[in-house]
């Protein structure tokens, strides 16, 4: 039975695969304001025949005006009936760890948090990708951070996502802390997300049978 298991795990974990989500390649057309006070948010949805996934990275365009030391991103679900962010319910929490080197936009990557849980986004719902500044950075002289994400001139995405993931066509805005969210319709912020997608368990079952085979083959 030990014998099994480590020869399946990794048969298992090579079915995943990685997938994109992306409006990046969209004409930028102007900026909003995240700051502690201010949160902003984009809207995604999963059709009911797509596969799960694991958000691991996300690259926004931002100009980091003034930096704080809190910038994340977080995956959310929806408040159900609203369909604003739902705080309460994350799947992943991001961090920053690339910079801007001068002050024209440019992607600042976010990757996943290795203290924080790690949930993956089921088919059939809404999500919304989150800028947040969690806390004020008492070293910066503006504590509350200024940072502009940009957005697109059109609706629309990338080419090359995958099956039944699609970019939403509204964005949202918080108050301080992520509180108090609102929502319109409005052009896409500019990003790019990456997702290890999750096997389907009917998909994942195929390879049991062979992998069982062989080992009973080896005891023969």
């Known amino acids: 039975m030990k014998l099994w298991i480590l020869l399946t795990l990794p048969l ?67 408040v159900p009936g609203s369909g604003v962010p739902d705080l309460a319910q994350k799947f992943a929490r991001l961090d920053q760890t690339s910079t801007l080197s001068g002050t024209l936009p440019q992607p600042v990557t976010f990757t996943l948090n290795s203290v924080a849980s790690v949930t993956a986004i089921e088919p059939g719902d809404t999500y919304w990708l989150v800028l947040a500044v969690t806390a004020p950075d008492l070293e910066e002289n503006n504590s509350s951070g200024l940072i502009r994400w940009h957005y697109a001139a059109t609706q ?3 080419p090359g996502a995958e099956p039944g993931w699609s970019v939403g066509t509204r964005v949202a805005e918080s108050g301080t802390e992520g509180l108090n969210w609102s929502d319109s319709v409005q052009t896409p912020y500019l990003f790019e997300m990456t997702a290890v997608m999750v096997p389907e368990p009917a998909t994942a079952s195929l390879a049991l049978p062979t992998v069982l085979l062989a080992f009973r083959r080896r005891r023969k």
Do not use: C, H
């Open 12 to 78: 298992l974990s090579s079915l995943a695969s990685a997938a994109t989500l992306a409006t990046s390649t969209l004409t930028d057309s102007g900026s909003d304001v995240t700051t502690y006070n201010t949160w902003k948010g984009q809207s995604f949805t999963l059709g009911a025949d797509a596969l799960a996934g694991n958000i691991v990275s996300v690259t926004l365009k931002l100009e980091v005006v003034t930096s704080n030391s809190n910038l994340a991103v977080f995956i959310v679900a929806k």
């Open 156 to 158: 629309g995405q990338d």
